[in-house]
């Protein structure tokens, strides 16, 4: 199947799917058709469609689980005019929670507890696993055999990586304390010596 033909159809699954496609799902999409294009077919019409919408208001985007058409960040104040409903809001705790899974995994509640100096609410994991940001990855062998949490690729892509190496590192974070003060990040050797 020539490009002319696939970026369309391409486009079209991109704006109807309400999950990222992979190259493979994509490719199964088209199993059966008399003129099925190859996986480098798919990717080639892929990458056109990036360069494609570089100069619009969408971007073709890579996550973990795929490819998704969505609005560029730098529009999202205007587009997120059209929904009433506020975003979640999330407490300190779970956002905690949640950068320690991802830096540290994999990490028991106990652990996380103890980096946190403060105990783990149940409703912030069930919400994190509910989220699909979480999710059990086996178990500690120690006595007791905690529970070990990771992260998900809905996380990944919830939060537009592609994999946890895009993730900033913590020397990153601390640099943002200079421009943001209130959000200063303090380890916990550093909050006892204040």
Known sequence: ????????ILEALFAAS?????VNSIFD???????????????????????QYSNSGMELKQVASGFRLQVKPAYETWVSRLWEQKPPRYSRALMETLALIAYRQPITRGEIEDIRGVS??????KTLQEREWVKPLGHKEVLGRPTLYGTTKGFLDYFNLKSLNELPTLAEIRDLDQYHPELAFVEKNEASIN
């Open 1 to 8: 199947m020539d490009s002319d033909r696939l970026k369309p």
């Open 18 to 22: 309400d999950k990222p496609l992979s």
């Open 29 to 51: 999409l088209f199993s059966g058709d008399l003129e099925q294009p190859g996986k480098d077919e798919i990717r080639q019409a892929i990458h056109e469609l990036m360069d």
């Open 120 to 125: 783990v609410s149940s409703n912030i994991i």
